[in-house]
């Protein structure tokens, strides 16, 4: 039996996922001058996992080289480059202004999950504290 479900472990999984997102955003931006550097993100992969997950998918590996269907390497996100455009005269793609964006939204959604995770702390503190 969990104590909050799967709430702590789902916001487990979204924090480092933010951590992620955050250190790859930091990275494009410190890059932003790199000739040749092309930027980074980092996807979701959950909908494909669920899909993988689910009874009715059955896939038979026909070559070693296709993609075995097993959770034991599995990791919810990965971080991808961003290639085919570019932005600058170095064959740099990085575009500073939007990196920018993706950090603020990034930090703001990284305090929610944390406000989030404080209030479930917090509502065990005070069950413990007997209600005061």
């Not at 290639?83 to 990085?94: A, D, I, K, L």
Request: cysteine-free; overall charge positive; aromatic content about 10%.
């Amino acid at each position: 039996m969990s104590l909050f479900g799967k709430t702590i472990h789902t916001l487990e999984h979204y924090l480092d996922y933010a951590s992620l997102k955050n250190e790859t955003i930091s990275n494009n931006i410190a890059n932003v001058d790199t000739p040749n550097y092309k930027a980074k993100d980092v996807v979701f992969k959950d909908v494909f996992q669920k899909a993988v997950q689910s009874p009715s998918v059955e896939a038979k590996r026909t070559h070693p080289k296709h993609i075995p269907f097993s959770t034991t390497t599995y990791s919810p996100f990965s971080v991808v480059t961003k290639t085919g455009t570019s932005y600058n005269h170095n064959g740099n793609n990085v575009d500073i202004d939007k990196e920018m964006v993706e950090l603020a939204k990034n930090q703001i959604y990284y305090q929610a999950l944390v406000d989030r995770l404080n209030g479930k702390f917090g509502s065990l503190q005070t069950v413990l504290k007997g209600g005061r």
